[in-house]
T-cell receptor, first 113, second 116 residues
């Protein structure tokens, strides 16, 4: 079955620095979504990417969808303590019944002040 | 506040028992998906309901079953509970099952199930 892998599993970042987390799918996706989950909380939808090579920005967050629609990245600039949490990518396979989302294992982000 | 409410928020069950979890979707959303999130892992798709019919299922055994009601609220039932069923169960609501393109998906806060 489809697998979605995220690296790194953990990211320790100094406040003010940039970092990138990567997401790779074993199969081509119709779209990819990113979520943020704070400790003890539930996943919160951040963004959806649909087109090959698409790039979207939300303030300090930049999301990219690969040309082959099998990988994606999230880049955060000038990390703040509010960025703490786990970032999940979730892929929707082509022609998936019920639009099943396959989540990656997440990147757990810790920010050192 | 996503408008998706789940109950109960926490519960403890004994191995072998049965549990029912409930979800009220956001107003106007006819599609509800259920996910299981074990500690330290990403959510795993259990199944989806669209207009009261199952519309896709993940790799979960038949003892995981569900319902959707005419008001689009939903239930997740798990029979013969096992220790590995201990997890956060998340309900996600969306306005349509015909593709999430352009549609934001809203997760509820989840139901924490502990099986002892």
């Amino acid at each position: 079955g489809q697998q979605v892998m995220q690296i790194p599993q953990y990211q320790h970042v100094q406040e003010g620095e940039d970092f990138t987390t990567y997401c790779n799918s074993s199969t081509t996706l119709s779209n990819i979504q990113w979520y943020k989950q704070r400790p003890g909380g539930h996943p919160v939808f951040l963004i959806q990417l649909v087109k090959s090579g698409e790039v979207k920005k939300q303030k300090r967050l930049t999301f990219q969808f690969g040309e082959a629609k099998k990988n994606s990245s999230l880049h955060i600039t000038a990390t703040q303590t509010t960025d703490v949490g786990t970032y999940f990518c979730a892929g929707c396979p082509l022609r998936a019944a019920g639009n099943k989302l396959t989540f990656g294992g997440g990147t757990r982000v810790l920010v050192k002040p | 506040e996503t408008g998706v409410t789940q109950s109960p928020t926490h519960l403890i069950k004994t191995r072998g028992q049965q549990v029912t979890l409930r979800c009220s979707s956001q107003s106007g959303h006819n599609t509800v998906s259920w996910y299981q999130q074990a500690l330290g892992q990403g959510p795993q798709f259990i199944f989806q309901y669209y207009r009261e019919e199952e519309n896709g299922r993940g790799n979960f055994p038949p003892r995981f079953s569900g319902l959707q009601f005419p008001n689009y609220s939903s239930e997740l039932n798990v029979n013969a509970l096992e220790l590995d069923d201990s997890a956060l169960y998340l309900c996600a609501s969306s306005p349509t099952a015909g593709g999430f393109s352009g549609n934001t998906i809203y997760f509820g806060e989840g139901s924490w199930l502990t099986v002892v």
